[in-house]
């Protein structure tokens, strides 16, 4: 029976979301986040949902800490069955005035952070016959305007994703790639830009969206447990996808004129 679980940015959010649907089904869990307090509270959650399972605060920048991650999986859980790349921090800003600093840093946790989670738990996967769960997100297929570093580091996770699928069939070893549109979520909290007004703006796409971390949570479960390697929770989002698969220019005169639009209230 495989029912061994990792979650990184399980402290809060889609992760604590995603920990909480698999422990309905009596999952063990290993739970890892820079925010050890939200830890605690998610594994007290998992466990009174009927789940079990440990936490360990883990900085997905720092390869070591994953590595340590893995080796407390296999003395603690005899091995991991899935694990989900979920860690991750929000940012905007028009490229011009994005730092290269605002660069590294989300190409370090967004894109490496999942890079490095795959990379250290591979071997136990490959054990297991497991399965990878990477989180995009829509950014990652849409590239709208004002996030080009948050949109270049998820579409990184996306082409990764793919690259995995490929090579890890013959290891038996699934993959599969989450591309959510915005939801309610404490994302915000780590947002950083250049901009306040920017943070506004994300803020109302949040606060807006009819879906929740927990249905997308639901949503997740059933297309892994269908096979599904693309998985978009949103139904606006797998419009949008196969509008921009269809005609991609049409989309960008789009994404162009709401670049404008976000830009007028400055121009005054």
């Known amino acids: 029976m495989q029912n061994r679980m990792m979650i990184t940015g399980a402290g809060s959010g889609l992760g604590r979301e995603i920990a909480l649907r698999w422990a309905r089904e009596g999952w063990q869990l290993a739970l890892s986040d820079v925010n050890e307090a939200g830890l605690l509270e998610t594994l007290q959650l998992v466990r009174d949902a009927g789940g079990d399972g440990f936490t360990q605060r883990c900085d997905v920048r720092d390869y070591s800490q994953l590595t340590a991650f893995a080796q407390a999986c296999e003395e603690k859980l005899d091995g991991i069955d899935v694990i989900v790349n979920n860690a991750g921090v929000a940012s905007g800003g028009f490229f011009g005035e994005l730092s290269l600093e605002d660069w590294d840093w989300q190409i370090a946790i967004n894109l490496m952070g999942v890079v490095k989670g795959c990379k250290a738990f591979l071997p136990l996967l490959e054990k297991s016959k497991g399965k990878i769960v990477n989180v995009a997100s829509m950014a990652a297929l849409m590239q709208g305007p004002a996030m080009s570093n948050y949109n270049v580091a998820k579409a990184g996770v996306v082409a990764l994703s793919e690259s995995l699928l490929i090579e890890l069939k013959m290891h038996e070893v699934s993959v599969h790639v989450v591309c959510p549109s ?87």
């Open 182 to 268: 915005f939801f309610q979520t404490n994302l915000l909290d780590s947002f950083r830009g250049p901009t306040p007004a920017m943070k506004a703006q994300v803020g109302k796409l949040l606060e807006s969206s009819p879906i929740s971390a927990a249905d997308i949570a639901d949503y997740i479960y059933e297309e892994i447990a269908k096979g599904e390697f693309m998985i978009l929770p949103h139904e606006q989002g797998r419009m949008a996808w196969a509008l921009k698969k269809q005609n991609p220019q049409l989309l960008y005169n789009e994404m162009t004129t709401m670049a404008d639009r976000m830009r007028a209230p400055r121009v005054k």
